[in-house]
């Protein structure tokens, strides 16, 4: 909803987006901001006069290029303004919550803007502050929240206070020992793994005594090594980019996956 409740704003799409205004008494809605080839995740200004989105106006389907930015437009569709917001983030060395930074909220006491996002293993609630009249980004975000669970989904609980969800979740991997002849269970569950990331995709060698599987333990998603005779752990990737669903040879000689640059 708008802040005086006139008008609801929202998005549709997935990775790229179209932005919508609609009365909330009903009607047609209309597109805002024809121009961009991706336009998502709008919130409404405190004055409702305006709306900050991420997109970019350039096709480019790689969401995380760096014509994609936080923009500020008017409700009239008039010339947009690129805040210059996601250039700041990465170059505190924040990494997006998700796939892209995306705004959250817009306070209504100043010209700040919330948002999730991430620094070494935490994710956590920042704001940054838009200049009055240029909307550029005008400093550093601050971090807001300091837990160890990511913090995310905020929404304003009355004057300089803010309600959010803070959650833990952990992945491990489990066997259980299977007469594949008879399709009968043999013994009891065994965790494999046991550790505070998201351990996933595993595949073993044909024997069963290998196993290769990503894990974030590391704070990335990066392909590990396992001898479930020993219970050794080893990483064999370790790097900035994820690597994903990895495939161990019958043999267990090779390892094949995939890598987003």
Request: avoid cysteine; aromatic fraction near 10%.
């Amino acid at each position: 909803f708008s802040p005086d409740g006139t008008q609801i704003l929202y998005w549709t799409g997935k990775d790229f987006g179209k932005v919508y205004v609609v009365l909330s008494t009903g009607g047609a809605p209309r597109q805002l901001r024809r121009d961009f080839y991706s336009a998502r995740n709008p919130v409404w200004s405190p004055d409702g006069k305006h709306v900050l989105f991420h997109g970019s106006q350039e096709r480019n389907e790689d969401i995380g290029a760096a014509s994609y930015d936080w923009w500020v437009s008017s409700l009239d569709d008039g010339r947009p303004v690129r805040t210059g917001a996601v250039a700041f983030f990465r170059g505190q060395g924040l990494r997006a919550a998700t796939r892209v930074f995306l705004p959250d909220l817009w306070l209504p006491e100043t010209s700040e803007v919330v948002f999730s996002a991430r620094l070494g293993d935490t994710t956590n609630l920042w704001k940054v502050a838009l200049s009055p009249g240029s909307w550029r980004a005008s400093g550093p975000a601050q971090r807001l929240t300091f837990g160890t669970g990511p913090e995310v989904l905020p929404v304003i609980a009355g004057p300089g206070r803010l309600v959010f969800a803070s959650h833990t979740s952990n992945v491990d991997l489990w066997g259980l020992r299977l007469d594949a002849g008879q399709a009968k269970i043999q013994g009891d569950l065994h965790r494999w793994t046991s550790d505070p990331g998201i351990d996933s995709q595993a595949s073993l060698s044909a024997d069963g005594s290998k196993m290769v599987f990503t894990s974030t333990r590391a704070g990335n998603s990066d392909i590990w090594w396992k001898d479930l005779e020993s219970g050794r752990d080893t990483p064999l990737t370790v790097t900035p980019s994820p690597e994903t669903y990895p495939l161990l040879s019958p043999d267990g000689s090779k390892v094949a996956y995939s890598v987003r640059e």
